[in-house]
């Protein structure tokens, strides 16, 4: 197995991390913080430069606060100078495992995205009779930091790397403790619920991370079950095939794979074997072999969520600019299923004020 060396030197290079500035600040140039590290620029970079480099860079402390839609969620920001390392850390590492994901994990890679996911299941849809749609209890809360560790020492031999790898994996742990259903798994004794677990939601190496935790699922299905008709969006997976019982194998072969290699488990509830033809539920859409809906609770959302910006815009704390980018985004997201005759009815019923 190739081994990755002196991958320090370049996260630390005074070009890198500047790159990393910028793609931190995308969007985010008028946030307080971000304005103030821009003030004085060329200092901080510098300055951080020479953190890294000394191996003194310490995280500082994480903004919590919880997220009601689409579910309840416990998001973490982290300090816009801790975001510029995480950058400049996933640009170095990301390209050692772009080039061995499976061609079908979709979540947070270039090129890929929700709507290609959608593409590929409705195709899936439309060649094969059933289908096993698997859903991880509690993702990111669950994920085990030592076998997550293991699993990126496998490619990075370069100790430095490594070291700030358990610095910001260690800034993380124990947010999510709340989070995390207790579970115990075969061969555990009474101490294994205090194992670390566990990456903060809304960190760009979380994202990463979480995608290098579940290759190992992929290949598991790829190699080992020889499933040819997987697909993965973060923890949301499916599985085709023409015959049923053998997605029962599958399904009970992926449990047994997850507790023993992993650490995590299926949703007993949602995931399930069934016809193709019922629909999948997927990605916010539910998914037919001849047509592609909306789910209704993302409908919910943003009907809840446009009245709230009519009242705002009504009592002059929203513009109507504003108002406007944020119906036309879901527009654009909503148009990729069958729903002209569902967006002639909303904006029938709550049509854009005036200027």
């Keep these: 197995m190739k081994t990755y060396k002196d991958l320090y030197p370049q996260i630390c290079s ?17 946030q307080p913080d971000v304005a103030s590290f821009e003030l004085d620029l060329e200092t901080r970079l510098l300055r951080l430069q020479q953190e890294l480099q000394d191996q003194t860079y310490r995280p500082q402390g994480y903004h919590n606060f919880y997220i009601y839609e689409p579910k309840r969620r416990l998001v973490s920001a982290a300090p816009f100078q801790d975001r510029v390392v995480h950058h400049a850390l996933c ?28 593409d590929r299941c409705q195709a899936w849809v439309r060649q094969y009779r059933y289908a096993f749609h698997g859903d991880i209890v509690k ?3 669950c994920i085990d930091l030592q076998i997550l560790r293991g699993l990126l020492a496998r490619r990075i031999a370069d100790p430095p790397t490594l070291h ?21 798994f075969p061969g555990d004794d009474l101490f294994a619920l205090l194992r670390p677990c566990g990456l903060p939601i809304g960190n760009l190496t979380s994202q990463f991370w979480a995608n290098v935790y579940l290759h ?30 053998q997605l029962h194998d599958w399904k009970i072969a992926i449990q047994r794979f997850l507790a ?5 488990a299926l949703h007993p509830l949602k995931s399930v074997v069934f016809p193709g033809r019922a629909g999948i539920d997927f990605c916010g859409f539910v998914l037919f072999p001849t047509h592609r809906r909306l789910r ?26 504003s108002m406007s980018f944020s119906v036309c985004c879901w ?13 002639r009815r909303l904006f029938r019923d709550y049509p854009l004020p005036n200027k």
């Design 164 to 184: 700030l790898v358990d610095i910001i994996l260690d800034s993380g742990a124990g947010i999510q403790t709340n989070e995390k259903p207790q579970i115990y």
């Design 139 to 141: 993702y990111f809360p």
């Design 14 to 30: 005074f070009e890198n991390l500047y790159q990393a500035y910028r793609r931190a600040r995308r969007g985010k140039r008028c």
């Design 216 to 245: 190992e699922l992929d290949l598991f299905v790829k190699q080992d079950l020889g499933c040819p008709a997987y697909l993965r969006y973060m923890d949301d997976f499916v599985l085709f095939s023409d015959e049923k019982a």
């Design 91 to 118: 640009h170095v590492i990301e390209p050692i495992w772009e080039r061995r994901f499976i061609h079908h994990s979709y979540a947070c890679r270039v090129g890929k995205g929700v709507h290609a996911a959608l």
């Design 331 to 343: 527009i654009a997201h909503a148009s990729h299923g069958d729903t002209w005759r569902l967006r």
């Design 296 to 321: 209704r609770s993302s409908v919910r959302r943003f009907v809840r969520r446009f009245r709230r910006q009519r009242q705002a815009y009504r009592s002059g704390r929203l513009s109507l600019a």
């Design 260 to 264: 023993s290699h992993l650490r995590l």
